[in-house]
């Protein structure tokens, strides 16, 4: 069973067209982090979001949390093919420090 | 820092021999993680350490999973025997409290 649920599973899209990733989950968690992994490498950090209703932005990237804290939300506008990867949600429970990965959204940007 | 350090970075081996996987944590931080990523399963959590000692195992799929962590420095991740259905990229991440994970990059296990 996962805790974290992403949607789509897969986005293959066209240079310079806008996109969401959803990252849903039943449990409340303490903060929610985006992870993107390109082929042959870990997962690396994008952001943490940590208060309910959040909205972060990293250049052409905005990271929101849900107002009760079980959701997010990754919105890249004018995709790149730079943006090409694995983006991962991954929530740390209250109280506890073991990250839980989303099953996360394998994204291609068409030049 | 170097980062996190895995080795070796490939891994072939014959079904029912044993596999060892090994990392190196970034000094300093207190939480070691074993994940490991499939396309069917995605990213699961295998097992965790908090100081050295192991806090949550529940991830581990069988007996014939085990990990240690000696000391702050090294934890290793074995499986004996080892199968087919195991064959996957193992990740270690380490972490500080309250704090982002750091992974490395990865162990792909090939069980034949």
């Known amino acids: 069973t996962q805790l974290l649920e992403q949607s789509p599973q897969f986005l293959s899209i066209q240079e310079g067209e806008n996109l969401t990733v959803y990252c849903n989950s039943s449990s409340v968690f303490s903060s929610l982090q985006w992870y993107r992994q390109e082929p042959g490498e870990g997962p690396v950090l994008l952001v943490t979001?940590?208060?309910?209703?959040e909205v972060k932005k990293l250049k052409r990237l905005t990271f929101q949390f849900g107002d009760a804290r079980k959701d997010s939300s990754l919105h890249i506008t004018a995709a790149q093919p730079g943006d090409t990867g694995l983006y991962l949600c991954?929530?740390?429970?209250?109280?506890?420090?073991?990250?839980?990965f989303g099953t996360g959204t394998r994204l291609t940007v068409i030049p | 820092d170097a980062g996190v350090i895995q080795s070796p970075r490939h891994e072939v081996t014959e079904m029912g021999q044993e596999v060892t996987l090994r990392c190196k944590p970034i000094?300093?931080?207190?939480?070691l993680f074993w994940y490991r990523q499939t396309m069917m399963r995605g990213l699961e959590l295998l097992i965790y350490?908090?100081?050295?000692?192991?806090?949550?195992d529940s991830g581990m799929p069988e007996d014939r999973f085990s990990a240690k962590m000696p000391n702050a420095s090294f934890s290793t991740l074995k499986i004996q025997p080892s199968e087919p259905r195991d064959s996957a990229v193992y990740f270690c991440a380490t972490k500080l409290s309250g704090t982002e994970a750091f992974f490395g990059q990865g162990t792909r296990l090939t069980v034949v």
């Open positions: 350490f908090n100081n050295n000692v192991p806090i949550d």
């Open positions: 991954a929530g740390d429970r209250t109280g506890a420090n073991n990250l839980f």
């Open positions: 000094s300093g931080h207190d939480y």
């Open positions: 979001v940590v208060t309910g209703g």
